[in-house]
């Protein structure tokens, strides 16, 4: 990184900017590279965090040269970027814009794009400095990666890095992702290896730790002695779409729980680390997924289902059998919902209640803290029967933002006393807006700063989670609940089952 001699190293509040560097992007004509990775290269650009000395380079099957590519990525880039499209910018990124085309099994495209990154050295002066970014099918990591190692591109030099983005799913299970992380190992060093979990990228989830640890007010009824629950939910209101063949393969039990929700749980109940570094924040991470527990009656604490043909928004949707592409006699869950415990001194007793699920109301995702009720010894029954539990609500998406819940008199000549609630709003607060998780992911890798990517460990504890409940649920029905519904009724008695119900996003 370029390092400016008047700034105060302790002073995060100014970006840094990378050092000259490559962006090599495998399956860059695929929707993750189109709707998300070039639209995050432009703005980061636009907003003057790339180097002078840049270079995306694409590699993919299409019979393209360079022309051909930036004109995909500037109909990408003006349809999707979330900055305003800025002529003069996209001329400079598009002088930086390269393509070379090949398939993974081909040793001489691969010796191409090698020696395509050592002639950017010289016309673009990159250092040669470069991360490559795996937006291709798992089956196709080891293929990519050896051909990586055989070329000579993930050797990290004197004077130089290179560095390896993958994303998820990190395996299928377990054993797979034990195999995958010492594939990515033996080319890449740990330091190296970016495994992206684009939902950490997301400024509220960020601002999880803010809220906890820069405030007095949150972490003193941060525990078991004062909250009764916490509830973790990703809804979606969309179905597979185009993704059958990977959905089939993959549920929501491996496509969310094992990661997304796994990651927003540690965020949720690790302790304070010593600093907000990588290493610390990851460790107080890890700390908190070993120590994540099961149920003994799974039949009752771990629910899947499968949306049928139902009403969603006005409109009428079909069955995820009759989704195209799918086996008509598919038992591949699109709901997931599991009770888990942390057994550590601050969470001991404290159920953490997880869904996923498609098809469902509404697309949101929250964090809620539901405490325990208060005595409420000087009213009467009939003063507080409208009152609930005091709820702290962390909203991912799409309203960025906190909601407390707490009770209070309603205007009148007799006591009575509601829920109501305090909403902040990110939208509302700050003037500018937040940027895309992809945007800031993609600046941590050239920048090599790893503190919101999981490590091998976190991913083999995660799986450690999941695999227990895939064996159960194996051979198994998953129970069908109609499309725009809050998933199958073995949800809601899943928190009846202990006198709680779910909470209503």
């Known amino acids: 990184m370029i390092v400016n001699p008047l700034r105060d190293p302790r002073d995060r509040r100014l970006p840094g900017v990378p050092s000259p560097c490559a962006l090599v992007v495998f399956g860059i004509t695929g929707d993750l590279a189109r709707k998300k990775l ?27 040269g360079d022309t051909e590519f930036a004109e995909l990525a500037r109909d990408a880039i003006r349809q999707h970027a979330r900055t305003p499209w800025r002529e003069e910018v996209w001329e400079r990124l598009a002088g930086s814009v390269h393509f070379v085309q090949g398939s993974f099994d081909d040793d001489t495209a691969f010796d191409e794009l090698a020696a395509a990154l050592g002639e950017l050295e010289g016309t673009h002066g990159i250092g040669g400095n470069a991360a490559f970014y795996l937006s291709i099918p798992p089956a196709m990591f080891p293929i990519v990666l050896k051909q990586m190692q055989r070329t000579g591109m993930a050797e990290n030099t004197t004077g130089r890095w290179r560095r390896v983005v993958v994303e998820k ?38 601002n999880l730790m803010a809220l906890r640890f820069a405030n007095s007010l949150f972490e003193p009824v941060w525990n078991g002695h004062h909250v009764d629950s916490v509830q973790i939910t990703m809804a979606e209101d969309v179905g597979i779409g185009g993704r059958a063949g990977f959905y089939e393969k993959t549920g929501a039990a491996r496509d969310v729980l094992q990661n997304h929700l796994l990651q927003l749980l540690a965020l949720t109940a690790m302790e304070e680390p010593v600093e907000f570094s990588a290493e610390e924040i990851r460790t107080e991470k890890l700390k908190v997924l070993r120590a994540v527990s099961l149920p003994e009656d799974l039949s009752t604490f771990a629910v899947r289902g499968q949306y049928e043909q139902g009403w969603l928004a006005g409109e009428r949707v079909k069955a995820y059998r009759q989704e195209e592409g799918v086996d008509p006699a598919s038992t591949t869950e699109t709901f997931a919902a599991v009770r888990l415990g942390v057994e550590t001194r601050r969470w001991a007793g404290v159920p953490f209640y997880l869904r996923t699920g498609k098809r469902l109301p509404r697309r949101v995702t929250e964090i809620a803290l539901v405490f325990k009720r208060a005595p409420h010894l000087p009213f009467a029954d009939t003063d507080t029967e409208e009152l609930g539990n005091n709820q702290l609500v962390v909203r991912v998406q799409p309203d960025e933002g906190v909601t407390l819940k707490f009770g209070s008199k309603v205007p009148g000549s007799v006591m009575e006393v509601r829920d109501v609630s305090m909403d902040f709003l990110y939208g509302e607060q700050f003037t500018e807006t937040s940027p895309e998780a992809y945007e800031r992911l993609l600046l941590d890798v050239l920048l090599g700063d790893a503190t919101l990517f999981p490590r091998n460990a976190e991913v083999e504890a995660s799986w450690a989670v999941i695999d227990p409940l895939e064996e159960f649920w194996a051979g198994s029905d998953p129970a069908p609940y109609r499309a725009g519904e809050w998933g199958p009724r073995a949800a809601d008695a899943m928190l009846a089952a202990e006198g709680r119900r779910w909470r209503r996003p």
Do not use: M
């Open 38 to 64: 070039l639209p995050a290269v432009y703005d980061l650009a636009n907003r003057g965090l790339l180097p002078t000395n840049f270079a995306l380079l694409g590699f993919a099957r299409r019979d393209w």
């Open 169 to 206: 799913p990190f395996g299928t299970d377990l054993a797979s992702s034990r195999e995958l992380n010492a594939l990515v190992d033996s080319v890449f060093s740990a330091d190296d290896v970016f495994r992206i979990d684009h939902y950490l990228g997301k400024e509220t989830v960020q």
